[in-house]
């Protein structure tokens, strides 16, 4: 198996400890790690990442099925790939 250094994995995560809504309308989350480093992260993106177990390449991204950025229930969120997830929205 491949191990990337220092990639972050979900035993790593602690608590999460604030999250704030970005431009475009994403929420971001900031955790603590069991480290002590803190980690920021998308989260639709943690959200998808918990269901999985495992972290999405970063070619899939995750479309918010109803339109709305911070609405990140898992059944408003479907994993497409990059080129495809554009035509939903410029296509
Ligand atoms: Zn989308």
């Known amino acids: 198996m491949i191990q990337i250094k ?5 035993s790593d995560l602690d608590q ?5 809504t970005d431009t ?5 989350e900031k955790w603590t790690l069991k480290s002590g480093k803190t980690f920021i992260i998308a989260q639709h ?9 495992k972290r999405l390449p970063a070619k899939i991204e995750i479309h918010h099925i ?4 911070s609405n990140n229930r898992l059944s408003n ?6 080129d495809l997830h554009n035509t939903y929205h410029y296509g």
Do not use: A, F, M, S
């Open 6 to 10: 220092n990639e972050v994995t979900l």
């Open 66 to 69: 109803d339109g709305n950025p």
């Open 16 to 20: 999460c400890i604030g999250y704030w």
């Open 45 to 53: 993106r943690r959200v998808y990442w918990q269901h999985l177990g």
């Open 77 to 82: 969120l479907k994993p497409v790939i990059r």
């Open 24 to 28: 475009e309308g994403y929420i971001r």
